[in-house]
């Protein structure tokens, strides 16, 4: 639970800036948004945002992981119990709704949540009414709701492990969060900034990357986002602190991804190209049972070509 | 006037269809902000859609005023011979350059959206006070804020009505032009999800691009 605190979004392109503006306006008004976005790319933080921007900002802010609420808990966390309500309930649990009074309620990966829970948001969403387990009275609660997910509600609903009727209500005002590979430029802002805060943090010197890395890291594909990138700098601080990275000192599948995807990886001792390909030739042969148009087939050659190259490796 | 009033149209109509992310999350907001009861009266709603995307094109015209008198009084200093066939050539290009934004295949255009931040900057705590609207006054005094909002779309528009040869004709250009976005922006107020999923496809968005490079190098064709 958090009380206002100033979070700042790192992020120059347009595709970002885009969206800090639209949900500056949303901030300003008490509307239910849903934040989609995959993983990593800050929906979390941008809720916190939207809060501390908004008329609720000295209220409390109520982040909810709903995939990581365990199933026989989950109602009575989002909704409390009173005392004996079930085994364990020793006392009054007012709930993370009743928490968030006056403030915002932010349910991440809401699409994780189970078909009974959803029902039960739902009449609290749509009235503010809910009812504590093991209670008898009805309770209220003021709160705003921000929702995030990553995952395609819509086929949820499809595959009904999604209420229609919730996705309706929670998909009033949409908001995609564009990964970080859409981000056109923030990869270089966000490595100097975040790395710069970490070296701050470790007390060490913060290391430089050649442009033959910049180059590479622009290019990665950064399926984790912002988490994988932050994660990035801090193993690049604590391996380089204050030396220079080139590109051989990047990951291996940053590198690799940033060369091609090879059907084959060159060891880096390196090979004899010779003697791969008459290896090929005679695994082929092999595979073949020793018939040369099969086996040439196999190699994806003319079987003149294959018999070509039989000849001059003396494999016949 | 080159680039007609019916390619300041397209590219509003076409244009909208990749701005709707931001555009039509914005509306979506104004739009659930208004009391229940406006909300609930279609009539009401309608009316209060219709004063915000006023107020919008109203702060189009205006930009768009500002922006044919100065290109007109450029005109008239560097050549007034050839002027008109260089700023039409001028203004094709960029159209072009919109229709490749559009399309996905030139996403640096957007960049220019950068030029109107300062701007934002200064009216963004203004529009703050508005909101939640609660009178049609306010949302009409919202749309006039909202419509500077720094949209690569609209500078290019922009640019283009510098070309127009009066402050009238620029204007005219504008609103044009934010007539153009209304279906697409109003409509995502209400059907969000249905118009985010047309907006979204690759195809679409190329067809919309293609359509104005198309129409953007026939125009040129047929002035020169």
């Known amino acids: 639970m958090n009380t206002a605190v100033n979070y700042r979004m790192l992020g120059n392109s347009p595709e970002f800036t885009t969206l800090l503006r639209s949900l500056d306006i949303a901030a300003a008004t008490d509307v239910a948004v849903i934040l989609l976005g995959e993983s990593g790319t800050g929906k979390e933080l941008l809720a916190r945002q939207i809060h501390c921007k908004s008329s609720r900002a000295d209220a409390p802010f109520v982040a909810i992981n709903c995939a990581a609420l365990p199933e026989g808990l989950a109602e009575s966390e989002f909704f409390g119990h009173a005392k004996g309500a079930f085994t364990g309930a020793v006392s009054d649990n007012p709930g993370r709704i009743s928490q968030a009074e006056g403030g915002t309620l932010f349910l991440d990966e809401v699409g994780e949540m189970s078909l009974d829970i959803q029902a039960k948001l739902l009449r609290f969403l749509e009235s503010g009414e809910f009812q504590p387990v093991g209670s008898l009275k009805q309770r209220h609660a003021n709160v705003r709701l921000i929702a995030a997910t990553n995952a395609d509600l819509r086929e949820k609903v499809k595959q009904g492990s999604f209420r229609e009727d919730l996705y309706y209500r929670l998909n009033i005002v949409p908001f995609h969060v564009p990964p970080l590979r859409e981000r056109s430029g923030d990869v270089e802002l966000l490595m100097a900034s975040i790395t710069r805060d970490l070296a701050e943090q470790y007390k060490l010197p913060a290391p430089s990357y050649t442009k033959a890395a910049m180059a590479c890291l622009r290019s990665h594909d950064w399926p984790g986002n912002v988490r994988e990138l932050r994660n990035l700098c801090e193993r690049m601080l604590i391996l380089f602190s204050g030396r220079e990275i080139d590109e051989g000192n990047l990951p291996r599948e940053i590198r690799h991804q940033h060369r091609k995807q090879w059907t084959f990886s060159l060891p880096d001792t390196g090979i004899c190209l010779e003697d791969l390909e008459k290896e090929l030739l005679q695994q082929a042969l092999e595979k073949a049972d020793g018939n040369q148009s099969k086996a040439a087939r196999i190699l994806g050659l003319t079987r003149y070509a294959f018999m070509y190259r039989l000849k001059k490796y003396q494999l016949q | ?224």
């Open chain 2, 1 to 224: 006037m080159e680039i007609g009033y019916l390619g300041a149209f397209l590219m509003g109509l076409f244009g909208a269809l990749h701005c709707v992310g931001m555009c039509g999350s914005i509306m979506g907001v104004l739009t659930f902000s208004l009391p229940r009861e406006t909300r609930q009266h279609a009539g009401r709603l309608l009316g209060y859609l219709g004063y915000y995307n006023f107020g919008r094109i109203i702060s189009y015209c205006l930009a768009g005023s500002l922006a044919g008198a100065f290109g007109s009084g450029l005109l008239l200093r560097v050549s007034p011979q050839y002027g008109h066939s260089i700023l039409l050539l001028f203004a094709t290009i960029l159209m072009v350059a919109v229709g490749f934004y559009l399309a996905g295949w030139f996403p640096g255009l957007a960049h220019i959206e950068r030029a109107g931040a300062p701007i934002w900057r200064k009216l963004e705590p203004l529009g703050r006070k508005l909101l939640p609207v609660k009178s049609p006054l306010q949302a009409l005094l919202y749309g006039l804020i909202w419509g500077w909002l720094p949209c690569g779309l609209v500078y290019s528009a922009l640019f283009i009505a510098l070309g127009q040869g009066s402050a009238f004709q620029g204007a005219l250009f504008m609103l044009l032009f934010g007539l153009g976005t209304l279906p697409a922006v109003v409509t995502t107020g209400v059907f969000a999800d249905q118009i985010m999923r047309i907006a979204r496809n690759p195809r679409m968005r190329i067809i919309a691009g293609i359509a104005l490079i198309v129409f953007a190098l026939t125009g040129l064709i047929v002035n020169w």
